[in-house]
C-alpha cells in the first residue's frame, strides 16, 4: 500500500493507493466518515461496486444513503448535480455528513461540487475509479460542472478529506476509457518530468496489459507529480496552469462535438499534438520530440488529431471562453523540451489556426 500526502496545512490530505481495498477478505479500509455518509455514483459502477462499498462503511457503523446518477459526460450537469441535493435533503443530512464520490471524473466532480455548496461545504472523499480519476481528477480539489456553452464553467475549489485509489477497479474499465486516462499520463511527462516519459515509452505495454507494478508506479508518479504542483498552487494562479496543457484546445472539442462524444483524455490527446505544433512553429521545438509525443500517444490507442467534422476556425469561440483567458487574451500552455512547460501569452489567433491544420496534414 502507497500512500501520498498533499500537503495543503490544515487541509492535507492522504491518497492511499493499493489494490483489492474493496475485497470482502481486506480488513484495512482507509475511510473514516462521521456518523452519515452519502455515497454518489452512476448506473454503470453501481452494480460493479457499490454493495462492497457501501458493506465496508456500514461495518464501521456509518449510516450510507445512496444517489445513483445517470452515466456520462452530458449528466455532470446543474439539473443533476440538483438531484444529489434533493438526495441529501430528503434524508436529512446535516452539516456534518461526507460525501462519497464512487467512480470516474464525472462523478468525482459533480459530488465535490455538491460537497462545496451542501449547506455551504460538507466533507468530502473521492474514490476514484478509472485511471483518468486516479491520476487526475481525484487529486487537487477542482471540481464542477459543464455548461452547455463550456466545459465545467460553473465550480469550486474544494479539497476532498481523502483519496482512496483501488487499483483493481481498472480491470473492469473499457480499453477506451483507459487509453483516455494515459492521455492526462502523458501530460504529466511532458510538462514535469522527462525521466517519466523515458519510462512510459519503456513500460507502455506493461500498462495496457495492466501489469500491477507498472500501474501501481505510474498512478503514484502522477499523484506525486500532481500533489506537488497543487501544493505550490492550489487555485490555479500559475504553475498549476501547466496541467492544462492540450485542455485549451481539447475542451473546444468536448464542447464543439458536444459531451461525451470525445472522451475528455481523447480530446485533450490531440490538443496536446495541436500545442506542440503551434510550439513548434514558433521555432521553440525539435521535430524528433514532435514525434516522439506523437508515437507515444498513438501507442496508447489516443487521437493525434481533432475531429474531422469540426473546421480549424470553429476552435477559436470555445478557447476564447477558457478560464485561462485574462482581459481578452489567450494564454495557452506550451511544452519548451519533453519535461518543461510554459504558459504563453503571444501565440496569435492564426497560430493556433495553423497548428491545428498541422495536426491534419
Ligand atoms: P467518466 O467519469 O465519464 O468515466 C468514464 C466511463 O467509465 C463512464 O462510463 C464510467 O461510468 C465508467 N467507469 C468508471 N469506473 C469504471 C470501472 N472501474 N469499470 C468500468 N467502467 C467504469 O470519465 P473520466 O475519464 O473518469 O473523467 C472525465 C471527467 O473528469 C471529465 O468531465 C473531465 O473534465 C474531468 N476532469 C477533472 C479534473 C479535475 O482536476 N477535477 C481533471 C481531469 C479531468
Ligand atoms: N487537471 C487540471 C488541474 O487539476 O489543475
Not at 72 to 90: C, I, M, N, R, W
Not at 236 to 243: E, S, T, V
Not at 291 to 299: D, S
Request: charged residues 20%; aromatic residues 6%; hydrophobic residues 45%.
Amino acid at each position: 500500500m502507497e500512500k501520498i500526502i498533499v500537503t495543503l496545512g490544515e487541509r492535507s490530505y492522504p491518497i492511499t493507493i493499493a489494490a483489492g481495498l474493496f475485497n470482502d477478505q481486506t480488513p484495512f479500509w482507509p475511510l473514516t466518515c462521521g456518523d452519515s455518509a452519502m455515497l454518489v455514483t452512476n448506473d454503470l459502477i453501481a452494480p460493479l461496486y457499490l454493495d462492497a462499498v457501501r458493506d465496508k462503511l456500514m461495518k464501521s457503523g456509518v449510516k450510507i444513503d445512496q444517489v445513483i446518477l445517470p452515466d456520462g459526460e452530458q449528466y455532470k450537469s446543474l439539473t443533476v448535480l440538483d438531484q444529489v441535493f434533493s438526495a441529501l435533503l430528503a434524508q436529512s443530512h446535516s452539516r456534518d455528513t461526507t460525501i462519497i464520490a464512487l467512480g470516474g471524473g464525472v462523478i468525482g466532480d459533480l459530488a465535490g461540487f455538491a460537497a462545496a455548496s451542501y449547506q455551504r461545504g460538507v466533507r468530502f472523499i473521492q474514490v476514484p475509479t478509472t485511471l483518468l480519476s486516479q491520476v487526475d481528477s481525484s487529486v487537487g480539489g477542482k471540481t464542477a460542472v459543464n455548461h452547455p456553452l463550456g466545459k465545467n464553467m460553473i465550480g469550486a475549489f474544494y479539497q476532498p478529506a481523502s483519496v482512496v485509489i483501488d487499483l483493481d477497479c481498472l480491470n473492469t474499465l473499457p480499453r477506451r476509457e483507459f487509453s483516455s486516462g494515459l492521455a492526462e499520463i502523458i501530460k504529466y511527462a511532458i510538462i514535469l518530468d522527462a525521466a517519466f516519459f523515458k519510462w512510459l515509452e519503456t513500460h507502455l505495454e506493461a500498462l495496457l496489459a495492466l501489469e500491477p507494478r507498472a500501474l501501481a508506479y505510474c498512478i503514484r508518479r502522477c499523484c506525486e507529480l500532481k500533489a506537488n504542483v497543487v501544493a505550490i498552487d492550489e487555485r490555479d494562479q500559475g504553475q498549476r496552469a501547466l496541467l492544462n496543457l492540450g485542455h485549451t484546445y481539447g475542451h473546444a472539442i468536448e464542447t464543439y462535438m458536444g459531451y461525451g462524444n470525445w472522451l475528455h483524455g481523447e480530446a485533450v490527446a490531440a490538443g496536446m499534438m495541436m500545442a506542440v505544433h503551434a510550439v513548434r512553429r514558433l521555432g521553440q521545438f525539435r521535430n524528433a520530440d514532435v514525434e516522439r509525443i506523437k508515437a507515444l500517444l498513438l501507442r496508447a490507442g489516443l487521437p493525434v488529431s481533432g475531429p474531422e467534422e469540426m473546421a480549424p476556425e470553429a476552435y477559436l469561440p470555445h478557447m476564447m471562453r477558457d478560464k485561462k483567458v485574462i482581459s481578452g487574451r489567450l494564454r495557452l500552455v506550451l511544452p519548451v523540451v519533453i519535461g518543461k512547460a510554459e504558459v504563453c501569452t503571444n501565440v496569435a489567433n492564426d497560430m493556433v489556426v495553423a497548428s491545428i491544420k498541422d495536426c491534419q496534414a
